[in-house]
């Protein structure tokens, strides 16, 4: 039984990763290799899905098959780096909040996670991004200052309990450096479970970052990207379906994608710490 | 995993140490409800702190960039006085802070609204969406977390923790373009436009997108729900209530649900704020009026006052029905404990 299990969650991590990567070499190869450019009018207005086109033309003639794969790094790549950024500035901000011993920093800053985190997250960030001005940049940068908030106060309720373990203690008994110690022996467990919140914020993030664009507040046009096609597109979804639908079952794609890698790991670590 | 990451980290501990002290009496019961005040009041001052910066320390000159390029000197500097700019940043805070106590949280840059008057006349649509969704979401989970928990197949684990997190990953305002297409234009069951305020009469144009909406709450509440079932069933007194014969209807409700309620109230009020996320993409969509519409609105228009009263006002009510949904959970839990 217990095998069997793993095998299952091996099954949903494989899955996951194959459509993941399936997406990302479409995103790499089919840009170059198709006749058309992403921002080039290759033929009529809205002509439906053929062995020509096959997720059919846009409004302005743009082929949609090529702009959807040419959007892939865009959309991941701006959420990727929208995670990396918070989970590496809240993993280090919430451990050393969660091992520092002056009470009054702690509350401070503390209080200032909660208050971050009080907002609404989408809502929270289209307002920096209004502030910031529209653009990829300013998404990133939103997602940042909203983002490292929940990081950090994942990190410091486990910095709290790495700190007592016994190898933190030997650690300090043996005379190492405190900054040895931190990168060493605390934040390398620490992260264990940020990293694992990061992958289903990371689902969260690609949803905002097309949410974004969908609002207006993201890439300029005419750069290719899923939640600005579907905008574009979505005045004339009863003429063409194809030119938001086809995005849209892009970026579905994406966060089932790593839906299933999330749960995948999720099943392995629970099967792992019922042993 | 996804559901406890995704509302709030918090929310996992808040739960469990919560529902791990059995004897709590009056004085304890005050003194958490004491803290619980004091931590919101710290919290809404930081959010209020927060929504004042934003303006302050955004990188452009915001007056200038409302007005846009072509404004006269005369013309920002008029604004600028009318708004405070000029003024240290520490007494601008002053006021910000003593005038939103009184209720008064801005006036717009380009009209003359207040911004509470904006707020008070959009925020019962945005309300009446979430309350729809909410309960739209307990509907469906409550059959679908039951029915997981209580059958004996593994498979129908392994589907509904695979199919929830599916769900989770589908964007909701691609759901609502389908939504609107399918219901919309082929079976013409939502107007096309235009909004009606009477109760009754706005379910018409807010079914849609509530039940839209509820698509992410749904996962999620399924699966605490299903989790605190599962730690219902292991409780001996659910075999009392076997062994009993009591009717099914109250074997579930009382022996079964309610027990298990508090942690899903907890999460529910959690999920306000993703919810509000939701809405505001909705109104867009659906063109309601709601609060959602009116703050796309003000950021394209460059109303820097409107998002900043907008945000403000749904940060404290995220922090207020956090605290209700806190202490909801307790008494709830405290309930439980005693029977």
New interface residues.
Partial sequence: MTKKQRE?GKF?IYCGLSMLSLMLVGGLLVPLLSKYGANEVTADQMMSPSLEHFFGTDLLGRDVFVRVFSAVFIDLGAAFIGVLIPLSVGTVIGTLLGISKNRRIKGVVG??I???????????V????????AGLGSIIVALSLVNWA?YA??AR?RAVVINQQGYVEAARTLGYRPTRILFRHIIPNVSSETR??AL??F??VI?AV??LS????GVNPPQAEW?GM?KDA?NI??LA?WA??FP?LA??WA??S???I??GL??RNREGSQR | ??SR??S???LG?EISSEQQAPNKNRGELRRTFQGRIL?SC??S???M??AFS??RI???D?IRLALGTDATEEAVKVLREKFGLDKPFLVQFYDYFTGALSGNIGVSFFSQRQVNEVISTHLPVTAMIIILSMGAAIFISIPIALSVALSSRSSSK?VF??ST??S???????LA??G??YFG?VLNWVPAAGYEGEFPKNLKYLWLPALVNCFSLVPILTRVLHSSLMDTLDEEFVETGVIRGVSKIKFYWSYLLRPSLAPTVVLMSYM???M???T??ME??FSLPGIGRE??Q???T?D?AV??G??LV??LI??FV?FVGDLLGYLLDRRVTLS
Avoid: C, H, K
């Fill in positions: 299952e949903d209080s200032l909660d208050g971050i985190n009080a907002f609404p997250f989408l809502i929270f289209i307002a920096l991004v209004a502030f910031l001005g929940r106060r994942i309720t694992a919140y289903s914020d689902i969260i949803i097309a949410a969908f609002l207006g507040l939640g579907i979505s979804i009863t379906w938001s639908v849209g970026l579905s966060g089932i790593v839906a299933l999330s749960e999720n099943r | 995993m996804i990451n995704l709030d980290e918090s501990e931590r710290i919290v001052f930081w959010v702190f927060i934003l303006l955004s990188p452009g915001p392994r923790g695979v997190s599916i989770l990953a589908i964007p909701g305002f691609f373009l389908l609107l297409l234009t306000v704020g993703v509000i996320g939701g505001v993409v867009t969509i703050l796309i003000a950021v394209s460059r820097y998002v900043q907008i945000i749904f940060g995220v922090v956090s």
